[in-house]
């Protein structure tokens, strides 16, 4: 598995390089969306307002990365339910056109998620936030809709390398910052991932030159 990983990224690198400049900055207001997720049921971002904040992660089949990430984001999902007044709710969400809620299903139960899966078929939602990778994680606090923090769960997988553990747990730091009313220490890391096509985004881009 790590030598197909390692294959992979070194193959992805230099698209990875070339990701657009847009992204949603933490600060930044989150609009409200609904959307369905690989069951089918829908989930509406302001519904969830006795919440203290929203976790998203972006997922897409295939994706190495991502697969490895989501365990590591539902250890710390597990981790914030132990801690008084963690009552964030954990989702994921997948913009790849390429991706259909049957094989985002399929994917899901292959590799045990446990988790929803908000199936963005038109990528406007995906759009508004600024995704660009899988793997990377959206923290939204429901006080204001704000975006707390933008990068990966921790440090333990990288293009060039697997660390046998994290050595800076960036999404843990943010929630225990989040729960405690204080501000978020790094609220916007570099997250490395697989690109997430956008091509009515590029598309606009490009006609703007």
């Known amino acids: 598995m790590k030598t197909v990983l390692r294959l992979f990224v070194a193959l992805s690198i230099a698209a990875c390089l070339a ?11 989150v609009s409200n969306f609904t959307l369905l997720d ?11 307002s006795n919440r203290t904040a929203v976790v998203l992660m972006v997922q897409g089949n295939g ?53 929803p899966v908000l199936v963005d078929s038109t990528q406007k939602i995906g759009e508004a936030l600024g995704v660009n990778r899988t793997a990377e994680v959206f923290v939204i606090t429901t006080k204001d809709w704000k975006l707390a923090y933008r990068g ?14 994290a050595q800076h747990t960036y999404l843990k730091d943010a ?9 978020v220490k790094q609220p916007m890391v570099d997250s490395p ?11 606009r881009k490009a006609y703007s030159r």
Request: proline letters at 7%; aromatic letters at 6%; charged letters at 30%.
């Open 152 to 165: 990966p769960v921790d440090d333990r997988i990288s293009y060039e390398k697997q660390r046998p553990a």
């Open 19 to 29: 990701v657009p400049a847009f992204a949603l900055k933490p600060g930044e207001r």
């Open 193 to 203: 991932g697989c690109i997430v096509n956008m091509p009515e985004r590029d598309r």
């Open 63 to 115: 994706c190495p990365i991502a697969r490895q990430a989501i365990p590591a984001l539902r250890d710390v999902r597990d981790h914030v339910k132990s801690v008084k007044g963690g009552n964030v709710e954990f989702l994921l969400i997948n913009s790849n056109l390429q991706d259909k809620r049957d094989t985002i299903a399929a994917e899901s139960a292959e590799f045990a998620f446990a988790l």
């Open 38 to 48: 690989d069951a089918g049921k829908p989930h509406e971002l302001y519904s969830l």
């Open 175 to 183: 929630l225990t910052a989040v729960l405690a009313g204080v501000a």
